[in-house]
């Protein structure tokens, strides 16, 4: 797992152009591999592994600095010589979510965000293999795509090409702002799938053969491009993998955002009052737009996300699940029994009690006539424990429940797991949380950080388990034979644990609750 832990790259981006690296030979004969691919933009040099090559850094766009900041995604410069990508690319991320995070993400520094890292077992244009192009969380605010749990390794060996994607952040990648393009970081995501479409099948992929995979809010960055028509066409199938499913935002949440930047900074929301700030400036300004306040809402607390424009993407989330998606492709989703309990057991907060448990789901979104339901859906847990799970459900489980059963109704082809493998790190309360599942998902349970937040023993078979469907999905559009379609008149899904089982109808008591 090497590769993951190499330095900072030596590829320097200015004034539109690319400092290169010393050219070498730039062809293979066909059907042989090479660890140097020709792409639309010039040639790329990867390193080679056990499980095949990967391709650290390779630039799908043009740094967004300067007059590109804030505009839509140009391509970038092209270049002759060859060019190292063996080492992970600047990212947007300046600072992680958390003081401590789940998910190992470091902060590259750098112009060049825009690129993206393939991990390839073949590069042969004649082996057409299925692609995953992940997209990472973060609260589409931080995270980045040179993680140790998005390396390809155990994707490549099951015959799978692995894209991760950097994109826009932040107020960059979302705030709306009056002189330029809405939605620059949904513009990213086209972008990188483009850039998949006219090159993979260099690196031995198939563009035919494309899903869409991302955790958190990379889920609800597949969901947003279901609902982005210049994304049609671009990939076949796409899985969410505790995904926000609320976003896209409404277009009154994203104006609501782009005032409440303008009075807590003092700075119109315009690209032409940010266009001299640093990028450590412009952090700043995203603290204050961020942080609590009497003038924030719950509805705000992703408010720099992905939001109906009107244009780019017609619908919000709520209006998806009504109406339907403007991509009908296969989707798997699902979510981890505890995504977020801990958070209200931290003791950061006054514990919720009995009597303020009505004013703490009403403050989360639920109607307060809900805390009987609550109560009935998961016995014998405390006022406290209700409440975190509450933001759990909020958040996250009764948005993805209501998009499986909208895609249901439609009889769209939707899988529906939840993920409950509890931790066996003692600091993680025996909880199955955001982010644990991710390892499993990738089979990479000796990654770097896994056993700090999963134990030290954590299930091999599980990931076996979790891994095949995944490849299974993403080479035919289905998880296998023993993983039904949810449909609503059996409302099957699977329930990953120590022994894994397809149940009928597990979120029977939640459901009055989740879709009232």
Known sequence: MGVEKIGRRSLLL????????????????????????????????GVRRDTGFAFLGIPFAAPPVGALRFAAPVAPTPWRETLDCVKYGPTAQRKQLAEVTAIPEPTIPGDGILNLNVF?????????????????????????????????????????????????????????????????AVLDWIAALQWVRDNIAAFGGDPAKVTVAGQSAGGGALWAL????????????????????????????????????????????????????????????????RAAGPDSSPALLLGLAPWADGTLIPQSSTDMVKNGAAVDVP????????????????????????????????????????????????????????????????????PAYRVAEARAGRNQPTWLYEFAWRSQAPEYRGMAFHCLDVPFAFDLLRADGVTKIAGPNPPQSLADAIHKSWVSFIGNGDPGAA????????????IWADVPSVQSDPFAAQRPVWLR
Not at 139 to 165: E, I, K, L, M, Q
Not at 486 to 493: G, I, K, N, P, Q
């Open 331 to 398: 989707l798997l989703l699902g979510f981890t029994t505890q995504e977020f309990n801990g958070a209200a057991l931290s003791g950061d907060t006054p514990p919720v009690t009995d009597a303020t448990l009505p004013m703490a789901l009403a403050a989360l979104g639920f109607d307060p006539a809900a805390t009987d339901g609550f109560k009935a859906a998961y016995p014998g847990q405390s006022a406290a424990e209700l409440s975190g799970q509450a933001q759990s459900d909020a958040l996250l489980r009764a």
């Open 120 to 184: 390839t077992p073949e590069t042969s244009r004649d082996a057409k293999l299925p692609v995953l192009v992940w997209i990472h969380g973060g609260g589409f605010v931080a995270g980045c795509s040179a993680s140790p749990w998005y390396d390809g390794t155990a994707f490549n060996r099951d015959g799978v090409v692995v894209v991760s994607v950097g994109y826009r952040l932040g107020i960059e990648g979302f705030l709306h702002l009056e002189d330029a393009p809405d939605n620059r």
């Open 483 to 494: 993983w039904p379609r949810y449909t609503l008149d059996r409302r099957e899904a699977m």
């Open 14 to 45: 200015g004034a539109g152009a690319l400092a290169l690296a010393a050219a070498c030979s730039t062809k293979s004969e066909a059907g042989t591999q090479a660890d140097v691919v020709s792409t639309t933009y010039g040639p790329v040099r």
């Open 226 to 289: 279901m609902g982005t028509p210049a994304a049609k066409g671009l990939f076949r199938a796409g899985i969410s993998e505790s995904g926000a499913m609320s976003q896209p935002n409404d277009r009154a949440t994203a104006m609501a955002m782009s005032a409440l930047f303008t009075k807590r900074t003092g700075l119109p929301a315009t690209a032409a009052a940010m266009k001299d700030l640093g990028r450590d400036q412009i952090q700043a300004l995203e603290d204050k737009l």
